[in-house]
């Protein structure tokens, strides 16, 4: 299993359509993504109601977690994603 560790950058965190990109991307890898705030259970990244209740905000770590073919380049570019400032764009 694959695994990331990456800062939100959006200045919204993981809300409205930051969470909207984020699984979407999710969604496009294909696996079985999960995301977490460290030492809590994660969600399933591919869903939106899931990333929302997560209520992880700009500047705070989350772990993301893949498993399958490909999933270390899922993550790299999960995390590339997560390193933006989405809400800015």
Known sequence: MAMRTVTIASSVGLHARPAALFVEAA??????????????????????????ALGATFGEEVVLTADGDGADAALDSLVALLSRDLDAE
């Open 27 to 52: 969604s496009n890898t294909g696996l079985d993504v999960e995301i977490a705030r460290p030492g809590e259970d994660p969600v399933d990244a591919t869903s939106i109601l899931g990333v929302m």
